[in-house]
Every structure is written in structure tokens, then in C-alpha cells.
């Protein structure tokens, strides 16, 4: 399986930016298609932050396999949310968790300044998210994901 990331803080419009680079609402099954004209990708597509809906690493993971897709995308908080019950642990640790399942980091976008002390070479920041037009934004991440 395959993965693709957005991390930000509160307000940089993570779910915009995933609204229009899939037409998704909430969340839906999208056809993507890949840069130079390879099969298109089946991509999950979760709007929400899955820290701010409550989303452990283990639920998305099952949420996802139990889809028939080829890759997924999500947002992540750079940063732990934590409930009376339950944390909800920093985007290291979902992609920890996501690693661990056997599937493959593609590209991470991270809106803003934060990243969450996440480091990787397919990590690109995108500082100027918050005030530029989303489709510009979009525009900038769909390249760097490799999707047409």
C-alpha cells in the first residue's frame, strides 16, 4: 500500500487541499492518475485530520485495507492530540505505524512551518499554504505527489 501525507497545524487548510486534489468530500475511493502515464492509482482518499476525528493509527489501517485500493491519502497534526481516554499519537507515530504495516511513504506534504519533527526525502514543505489560493497549493502538491 501505498501513502500520501498531509501534516499541518490547525487552519492550513489540510482538508482543502485534499478536497481539491480529489473532488472528495469526507471520504470516498478516487481513480488518480500518476505522472507519465502509468495506471491510475486507486486512492482512498480521508479528509479529516485523523488526530482531530479520532483516529488511531490501527483504525485507519483497518479502514483502509478494508477497501479495495492501491494507495491512500491522509492528513495528520504534526503534534499529539489527547483525550481523557485516549491520545492520539504525532504524525512520527502514524507514520511509524504505517511503516510497520509494510506500506510505502510516496510523498509527504507539510502546510505551514510545523512538519512535526518529521523528516524524509519525500517530505516537501509547503510554507506559504495558509495565504496562497488553495488551487495554486494544490497545483504545487499534485506535482510533488506525481499525479497528473
Known amino acids: 500500500m501505498d501513502v500520501y501525507v498531509v501534516i499541518g497545524n490547525p487552519n492550513t487548510r489540510k482538508s482543502s487541499l485534499v478536497r481539491s486534489l480529489t473532488g472528495c468530500f469526507n471520504r470516498s475511493l478516487r481513480d488518480i492518475q500518476p505522472v507519465g502515464g502509468k495506471a491510475a492509482l486507486r486512492l482512498y482518499a480521508r479528509v479529516g485530520c485523523l488526530q482531530d476525528t479520532r483516529t488511531t493509527p490501527e483504525a485507519f489501517l483497518a479502514e483502509v485495507q478494508a477497501t479495495r485500493c492501491t494507495a491512500a491519502l491522509c492528513c495528520l497534526a504534526p503534534n499529539a492530540r489527547s483525550t481523557e481516554a485516549s491520545p492520539y499519537p504525532d504524525a512520527p507515530a502514524y507514520l511509524a505505524e ?24 519525500v517530505l516537501r514543505q509547503f510554507p506559504l499554504a495558509t495565504t496562497t489560493p488553495i488551487n495554486l ?12
Do not use: Y
Open 137 to 148: 497549493t494544490a497545483h504545487a502538491v499534485r506535482a510533488h505527489f506525481g499525479w497528473e
Open 98 to 121: 504505517f511503516k510497520a504495516a509494510g506500506w510505502r511513504v510516496k510523498a509527504i506534504a507539510v502546510l505551514g512551518q510545523n512538519g512535526g519533527s518529521v523528516r524524509s526525502p
